[in-house]
């Protein structure tokens, strides 16, 4: 059974970091690619980062760059996303989601689902 579960986030000022996890279980890392994704109150899930085991080349979505940084540790089973100068309008519950060779970095191209960790960035 494929499973993700995400850790890191929480409460931080405007300027500040955190950085998420993603620990997967269930199926051989080097056959799929691990995205990032987030939801805030109101608006539709958009993808923010994403990352294939294989040969680890990220890939990032929009205000993303230059600001959030997506790395892997097959040994771990785990993928971070670092975000850097956080934003109020950060503020969402981040997911991560895993799929064999999705063919871009968006929700519809992702089948495996975590629970989310909420993330809320302060003025």
């Known amino acids: 059974e494929v499973q993700l579960v995400e850790s890191g986030g929480g409460l931080v000022q405007s300027g500040g970091s955190l950085r998420l996890s993603c620990t997967t279980s269930?199926?051989?890392?080097?056959?799929?690619?691990i995205g990032w994704f987030r939801q805030a109150p109101g608006k539709e899930r958009e993808g923010v980062s994403c990352?294939?085991?294989?040969?680890?080349?990220?890939y990032y979505v929009g205000s993303a760059k230059g600001r959030f940084t997506i790395s892997s540790d097959a040994a771990k089973n785990t993928v971070y996303l670092q975000m850097n100068s956080l934003k109020p309008e950060d503020t969402a519950v981040y997911y991560c989601?895993?799929?064999?060779?999705?063919?871009?970095?968006?929700?519809?191209?992702?089948?495996?689902w975590g629970q989310g960790t909420q993330v809320t960035v302060s003025s």
């Open positions: 269930g199926f051989t890392v080097d056959d799929y690619a």
């Open positions: 989601a895993a799929a064999l060779l999705p063919e871009e970095c968006s929700v519809d191209s992702f089948a495996y």
């Open positions: 990352l294939a085991f294989s040969d680890a080349t990220p």
